[in-house]
Structure formats: structure tokens, C-alpha cells
């Protein structure tokens, strides 16, 4: 199956592994996978912050570039939940183009959720070993019910040893421009998820999204832990590849 | 209500710091967030029957000048007043003149959030009138002189010991710290209240359009006091409250306990139709009712209208993570938590509550609790959406978010952008590969640090050739 990766604009900037990662991974599941190289941003900053003009013009521009694939899959839960939950009722209005964006959504996958449900991936090729404690991002979460997916992809790794933490499913406090518009109130809730993660003594904090782990990393080193490692869970499922 | 939104952020901060409060929010989590979830689990089908609620809920929105007729005609016909208040004064002056007309001086009142709005009772002071609080929460802040912080449970925000101190000072009997203690020390102070008042003021959870009658949960009995001991009754609620049928009312009383107090039910569930009857033990000879709009029209048929389906839960503040960490009283005005962030901006201006529909993480998980289905998130954009056209954003988040805008939509000029913001990150965060200050994002890295990119960009590196 021809899938279209869309490794989200963070993780374009911020941590490209994660995209690698992402690739290994849709590769070992069987897909022929293209990566359509004028992706930039699917638009949630602008949508998210009341600019419908500007996530309607990325909407369009993804659509048009994603075109020929026969899935979109995306190591970001909240980027995915853009595509499949928020681009169709941005043109619910358009009969002809909401169909468009009904069938785009249709096909529009996070990682894990196609890797388990559409893919269904048999072996892991990653070798992470240790523990590890699972955070649950909200739009993942909420949006598209990605929670046992990832576990189930852990659960095939015989080194992996997963320590749940107490309200793993509560915002870190990250919200996209939140983080910054409220500085105080997301490092209070980025404080709570990182004493959870402490109480664990999980070796590593993994997530879905790279949002939540530049929040939870960033307070994590700032309260003085130095050690805990911060992983998407793609890094984690495909091996870290380091980046050169 | 005075509004005082503007100054969230600062409020929020300083609750942020205050330990006392912190500790006293530490409640919410087990007593409601716990609670409710145990007594959701009772549900063999909580989904269906929260379609069901928002189902009526909508039946009525889109019909509200019916129901509302078919409600004042049976009110009526059972020896009611129905009064009808366009704003927030208007409650006031009708309730002043009620009170005038009965030759009311001493009122009870149970707990109303829609009095809140119109600041009632300094309204009804200034005008020599007595007004007891009788809802044990509401009792303690009209001695306290604060407002409410939460909407079920006003006084979410003090603790046990604050409550024995103020009790000893205002009662001047020994300090307790005891619960049941300090139960019984305001339940000695209000009888006498309850038995020399004139008149009883009441909100109304529902109205019910078939019979006329006001409908109110309430745990501590007071309530029933309230609204069958003294001669005049007055029950205060919104236009939206309106329910066609006493059946449909048993749907939406499935859900409102669980979702408020984890409660299968309250102790109290009082359905009050018209005045008291020959053959009656107890009930008012006097029912006023008076039903407010204060901007609730307004929402009919715009993008906000889900908003007023609000059965007034607080399930969505008790799992706000935002509401848990800082508070009611930081949003500035009657409602706090994400409903309150929808109901503030959209009855006292959205120019007056800039912060409130951004203060939201958008996590989802009030929209996740809400019993009748409220897209909070949705309804929280819609308004950001709002506020942009309006130009009521600074000009500085504008400018960066068309920026970002621009550059998203030439990916020649974002690949060329992003490549020299990296090195850039990069160069300022050297060996140590994290920033801790950054011009323009001081939000961020005033308590985190932020993580440096790897170094070059996914496109880069994949251009040349790496798999």
C-alpha cells in the first residue's frame, strides 16, 4: 500500500529521528512510502489560534499534495486529529470540497493506529530495553482513541517494561502557543506530569507527540533530571537511529 | 458581578503560588473527578444517554419561545407569576418590587448562580432589605464577603481550617475544626432564620413547561426550607433552564448528580408547582418566578447556541487541568472553568475577557465529561476565531502566526526559514543542546528549558539521502 508520510513541521525542525523513525517503521510494516517534499504545516497554529484563513489555505495545500496516496499517517496524534476531525468541519460549509476532506480524513492515520489497525505491523524492529512510562496525548487521545495502540506495539518488545503513571492520560500543559501565552499555568501542569514520571522511576517518558515531549523535556531538565530519558514513541518502536 | 476577567492571567499566577488554595484544590480530584467516575460506571449506557440529554437539550433551543409560552401558561394557571428580566437589573428591580409588594424584610435564600449574575443580595441590602445565604457554601462566603469559585461547590477554595476561623469570628463560639461540629453551629444560626423569614429566594436547576413548575436538587435540605416556610417565593433562573416534560427532566436527572457531586442522586430532588393549595400542609401563598435572558438570546442560532444546553454541572471545571491548578476565582466572573470561559466572553463582551478563550489548553476533556455533549473546545475556537476578526489580539502574536502563515504555505521560503531558525537554536544553545532563555517565548523558558533541534532540518537530511 502506497502510504504519504507527513512528519509534521516539529518534527521537521526539532527532532528529524522521529520522522526516520516513522519511516522505518511504515517501511517494516510492508507500505511503499513517499514523503511528498513540499509538506510543511497542516495549520493547527493558526486554526487553534482563531486564524480559520490560513488553516483553510494549508488544508487545501496538503490535500492537493497528498493526493495520490492511499494513506496520510503521521507520528503526531494531534496533527492527525487536524486532518481527520478539524479540516472537515472547517468546509463543512463547501459541499464539494467538505467530500474532498470527508475522503482525506477517511484515510488520515497517527503512527501507531495505522501501524496496529490498518498495517497491522507483526514484528518491532526496534531494540529499546528498559523501562519506560507512557504519556497519552490529548488530541490523540480524545480525538482519534489512540491509547491501546501504542501499548500493543510496546507489548511486542521483549526488553520493554512499562510502568504506568498516575494520570497519564492529564495535559502536560503544552497547548501549542498555550505554553507561551500562559507560561505559568503550563509549567505548573508540565510539573505535575513530570512528578508522575518521577514516581514511576521509569527510565524514559514516551509519547506520541513532539509537542508534549519538548514541554515535558524542557521541565524535566529545568527541575534538575538530567537522566530521564524524553522519546517519541516511533523513536522507541524503530530503534534510535542516532542524527547525523 | 463586577468582572474582573481582564486580570486572569495576573490572578492565576498569584493562585498558582498560593499553597493554601493548592491544597484545598487537591480536593477536586478524588472528590469529584473519582466520584464521578464510580457513579458514570452505574450507566449501562452513559453515550446513549448523553445523546438523549443533549437531544431534549436541542429540542428545546430550538423551539425556546415556545416552551417558554407553554411554561408561563401552565405556571400561571397553577397560581404563579411569571416575570420575564431582559438584564441582570432587571432581576433586581423585580425581585425589589415583590419583596415591596409582600412587605417583605427578611428573605432566605438558597443556592443561584443566576443571582450571582445580577449581584442580588447587595442589591436587595442597599435597599434595607435582609438577605440570609442558606446553602451551607454560600453561608460561609457571605460571611467570608467572597464570591463563589465554583458553581456546585461555591466554597471549593477554603479549607476546613479557614472555615473554623471564620466561624469563630463571626459566631464567637470556640474554634472546631470538626465537620459535623461546624454543621451543627451553622444550622443553629440558620433556623432562626428560616423560620422568620418572609420571603424564600431559590434558582431553579430545570423549569418544566408541561407543569409549571421549578425543579431543584439540593443535598442539605435547606432548599425545601427555603421555598415552603416563608409566605413568598421567589425561584430566579435563565430562559435556557426551560425542559418540555417531567420526563424528559428524569433523563437529564440521571445525569446531572453523577456528573456534579458523584452522586447517583441528591438528597433532595423538589419539583415546586404553584402556590399552596387549601389542602396543603406547607407551600408559599405567593410564587413568583423569575426568568432571565442577560444575553442568552443573543446566543440563539450563532455558532455558541450548543453552549446553552449547560445543565450547570461543573463537570468540565472539575476536569479542566487549568480550573484544577488555578482556581475559580482567576476567570474573573460568575462562571469559572471552560464553560465559564464560553459564558463570560459571550454575556459580558469578549473585549472584556481577552484571556478566558485562550486560557484552554484544548486537552478535550471537558468536552470528553460534559453529560449533554457541549463541544467546549469547539465553542473556546469559535471565539479565539472571534476575537481575531475582531482584532482584539496583540499585534505581536498576529504578526508571528501570519508569518508562520506565509512561510507554511511557500515551501521554498519555509524550507530557507526553518534551516536558519535551527541553526540559529543551535548556535545559541551550544554543547548543552537546550535554551534556557529565548527572546520572545520568556512564557516558555521562564520555567522550562527548551530542547535544541538536532541540527539540520527532516527535509535536509532527507534531500540528501538519509533513510
Aim: proline share 5%; glycine share 10%; net charge neutral.
Amino acid at each position: 500500500m502506497r502510504v504519504g508520510l507527513f512528519v509534521t513541521c516539529l518534527v521537521d525542525m526539532m527532532r528529524p529521528s522521529i520522522g526516520f523513525a516513522a519511516l522505518r517503521l511504515l517501511k517494516a510494516a510492508g507500505c511503499e512510502v513517499v514523503v511528498p517534499s513540499d509538506q510543511t504545516c497542516c495549520g493547527q497554529p493558526g486554526y487553534n489560534s482563531g486564524d480559520q484563513d490560513a488553516a483553510k489555505a494549508l488544508a487545501l495545500k496538503l490535500l492537493k499534495e497528498f493526493d495520490g496516496c492511499e494513506y496520510v499517517v503521521l507520528p503526531s496524534g494531534s496533527c492527525a486529529g487536524m486532518i481527520r476531525v478539524h479540516y472537515p468541519a472547517l468546509f463543512k460549509d463547501d459541499p464539494a470540497l467538505s467530500e474532498s476532506f470527508q475522503r482525506l480524513a477517511g484515510r488520515t492515520y497517527e503512527l501507531t493506529d495505522f501501524l496496529v489497525n490498518v498495517a497491522k505491523l507483526k514484528a518491532v524492529p526496534g531494540d529499546y530495553s528498559g523501562s519506560l512510562t507512557y504519556h497519552d496525548s490529548c488530541s490523540g487521545l480524545r480525538e482519534l482513541g489512540v491509547q491501546a495502540q501504542p501499548r500493543a506495539l510496546l507489548a511486542k518488545m521483549p526488553g520493554v517494561q512499562i510502568t504506568e503513571m498516575r494520570e497519564a492520560t492529564t495535559c502536560c500543559g503544552f497547548g501549542g502557543t498555550f505554553s507561551v501565552k500562559f507560561g505559568e499555568i503550563s509549567t505548573r501542569m508540565a510539573d505535575n506530569k513530570c512528578e508522575h514520571i518521577a514516581a514511576t522511576g521509569a527510565g524514559a517518558i514516551v509519547a506520541g507527540d513532539l509537542g508534549c515531549l519538548l514541554n515535558i523535556e524542557g521541565r524535566l531538565r529545568r527541575r534538575g533530571d538530567l537522566n530521564t530519558r524524553v522519546l517519541h514513541i516511533a523513536e522507541v518502536l524503530a530503534g534510535e537511529g542516532e542524527c547525523k | 458581578m463586577q468582572v474582573t476577567a481582564m486580570h486572569f492571567k495576573r490572578k492565576a499566577g498569584a493562585n498558582l503560588r498560593n499553597e493554601k488554595l493548592q491544597k484545598a484544590l487537591e480536593k477536586l480530584q478524588s472528590k469529584f473527578v473519582d466520584g464521578r467516575a464510580v457513579v458514570i460506571a452505574e450507566l449501562s449506557d452513559f453515550e446513549g444517554l448523553r445523546d438523549a440529554a443533549a437531544a431534549i437539550r436541542d429540542r428545546v433551543l430550538n423551539n425556546l419561545d415556545g416552551y417558554l409560552q407553554h411554561f408561563e401558561q401552565e405556571a400561571t394557571a397553577r397560581g404563579a407569576v411569571v416575570h420575564w428580566a431582559e438584564t441582570a437589573d432587571d432581576v433586581n428591580r423585580i425581585v425589589a418590587e415583590i419583596a415591596a409588594q409582600h412587605g417583605v424584610q427578611r428573605i432566605v435564600k438558597s443556592k443561584s448562580m443566576v443571582t450571582e449574575e445580577c449581584g442580588l443580595n447587595d442589591f436587595l441590602e442597599s435597599r434595607g432589605l435582609t438577605v440570609l445565604e442558606t446553602d451551607l457554601g454560600e453561608y460561609i462566603l457571605q460571611l467570608a464577603k467572597e464570591p463563589p469559585s465554583h458553581i456546585v461547590a461555591p466554597v471549593v477554595h477554603k479549607s476546613k481550617e479557614d472555615i473554623a476561623d471564620l466561624f469563630e469570628q463571626k459566631h464567637h463560639r470556640p474554634r472546631t475544626t470538626q465537620i459535623t461540629e461546624l454543621c451543627r453551629e451553622a444550622r443553629e444560626v440558620l433556623r432562626p432564620g428560616f423560620l422568620a423569614a418572609d420571603m424564600g429566594i431559590s434558582g431553579g436547576n430545570f423549569i418544566i413547561a408541561e407543569t409549571g413548575s421549578v425543579l431543584i436538587v439540593t443535598n442539605e435540605g435547606n432548599g425545601r426550607l427555603s421555598t415552603t416556610l416563608p409566605r413568598v417565593h421567589v425561584a430566579i433562573t435563565g430562559i435556557e433552564k426551560v425542559v418540555p416534560t417531567l420526563e424528559d427532566v428524569t433523563t437529564l436527572l440521571r445525569l446531572l448528580p453523577r456528573s456534579a457531586t458523584g452522586q447517583s442522586i441528591t438528597n433532595y430532588v423538589s419539583v415546586l408547582t404553584g402556590t399552596k393549595g387549601k389542602e396543603d400542609a406547607d407551600g408559599p401563598e405567593h410564587f413568583h418566578i423569575v426568568l432571565l435572558d442577560n444575553g442568552r438570546s443573543r446566543l440563539l442560532g450563532t455558532e455558541l447556541q450548543p453552549m446553552l444546553r449547560c445543565i450547570r454541572c461543573g463537570a468540565c471545571m472539575n476536569h479542566c487541568p487549568v480550573y484544577q491548578n488555578i482556581g475559580g476565582h482567576a476567570y474573573g466572573w460568575v462562571y469559572p472553568g471552560p464553560m465559564g470561559s464560553v459564558l463570560t466572553p459571550a454575556f459580558v463582551g469578549l473585549e472584556n475577557a481577552l484571556d478566558l478563550p485562550n486560557a484552554s489548553t484544548f486537552c478535550g476533556a471537558c468536552a470528553v465529561v460534559c453529560p449533554v455533549k457541549i463541544p467546549l473546545p469547539d465553542l473556546l475556537r469559535q471565539l479565539r476565531h472571534e476575537q481575531v476578526k475582531r482584532h482584539l489580539r496583540p499585534w505581536q502574536e498576529r504578526a508571528a502566526l501570519r508569518l508562520w502563515s506565509w512561510l507554511a504555505q511557500r515551501p521554498a521560503w519555509y524550507a530557507l526559514g526553518t534551516r536558519l531558525v535551527v541553526r540559529l537554536l543551535c548556535l545559541f544553545a551550544g554543547s548543552g543542546k537546550r535554551l534556557r532563555h529565548l527572546p520572545g517565548v520568556s512564557g516558555w523558558t521562564n520555567g522550562r528549558d527548551m530542547p535544541a533541534p538536532t541540527g539540520r532540518t527532516f527535509r535536509e537530511l532527507y534531500r540528501s539521502g538519509r533513510t
